[in-house]
């Protein structure tokens, strides 16, 4: 009789242990059947992993030849992505320890005392040195002092933006960064932004100080986004600099005008020579994402392509507002473009290269 109880109850753990497989099972087949996209991606799963490999190692090279791997990367920007925190955090406190950027990006009041001698970036000799006038209208401190900026977006001036419709996308985001005045656009690069560089060489205005209009047109677009320009890169850049902070600074106070620190992009600048990308000096564009990896929980970076075709094959235009080629003796864009895939690949940033969706958030 004991048996015959010890039978039974043999013969229910059995169907439990079915019944609960069976569920499991189900459960399974809910979660990743039930859609077609759901589908796609088990099939798609093996060839992503093997791509996301290939190119988390593949190699920097001055220039690279596009077409072979086109076909490759359109298949790897359609793989799910995969965020790596631990590399997100490491790349965070290897950038913080080596530059600091939350401390340091741009001079400040507190980062910077009246007559301290400020050195230039591409100069061992030539200094300048910070007089009271000019430290007035410096900014008290970092707006993010103690925070994170959250989800950012860097956005490039690549053609690959024409048509896009990435605008929206980027507009979600809580921080956005752009480059040298490029214009905006609601459908393509979206409106908002946060921190937009000026190149000197663009500050062509002629007698800015009686007539400053022309300039505040120019830079009220943004509306209180700063302004950031790099006065102690080199000394043809000071100048500029400092009249485009004396006449803003007055007319147009709610849109801070703040300078590059050399010291920021001087360690920035050993930084990622160390890690082997070997250029007379790095781009703003890729100077940014990396301030953007250490003050941002997440970044995205769009319009940042190099090249001449888009992954489909079609022609792009190289800025999405103008013609214009970059100098090819000092940046090397392909070189920082496969460091950008890598980090893609990697986990610690989301490189966008494809049109945005029309259900983007
Ligand atoms: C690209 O492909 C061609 C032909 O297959 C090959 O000769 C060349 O070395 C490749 N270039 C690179 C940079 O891989
Ligand atoms: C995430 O990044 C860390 C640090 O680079 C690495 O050790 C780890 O293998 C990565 N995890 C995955 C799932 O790739
Ligand atoms: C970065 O700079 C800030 C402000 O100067 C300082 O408080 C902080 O300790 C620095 N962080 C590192 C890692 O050096
Ligand atoms: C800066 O230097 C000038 C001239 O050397 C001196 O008169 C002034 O007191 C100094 N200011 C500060 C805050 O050190
Ligand atoms: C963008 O779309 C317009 C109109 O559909 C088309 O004429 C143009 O060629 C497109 N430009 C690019 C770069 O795709
Ligand atoms: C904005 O985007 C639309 C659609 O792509 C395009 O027709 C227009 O020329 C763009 N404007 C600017 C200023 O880039
Ligand atoms: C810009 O700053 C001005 C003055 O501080 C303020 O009134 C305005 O609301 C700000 N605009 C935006 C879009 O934040």
Redesign the pocket.
Known sequence: MALGFLRRIFRLLVVLIVFQGVCVVFYYICNTHSTRDGVKDVFQQPHCTELRQKFTIIKPAKSIQLQNFTQELSDFMSCPYKLNSTERELNRMRLQFCCNATGSLFLTKQNTAINQTIPYETSTVKTYKMNAGIHNMLPEDFPWSGRRLGRCAVVGSGGILKNSSCGREIDSADYVIRFNLASINDSDVGLKTDLITINPSQIRFKNLDKNPEPLVERVSVY??ASLIMPAFAYTFCTGQSLKTLRVLHSVR???PVVFFSSEYLRTLNRFWKGRGLKEVRLSTGFMLISTALELCDNVHVYGFWPFGTDLQNNPVPYHYYDQLRPHPYMHSMPEEFVRLLQLHSKGALTLHLQPCSSDAR
Do not use: A, C, T
């Open positions: 509306g209180n106070p709610q849109q």
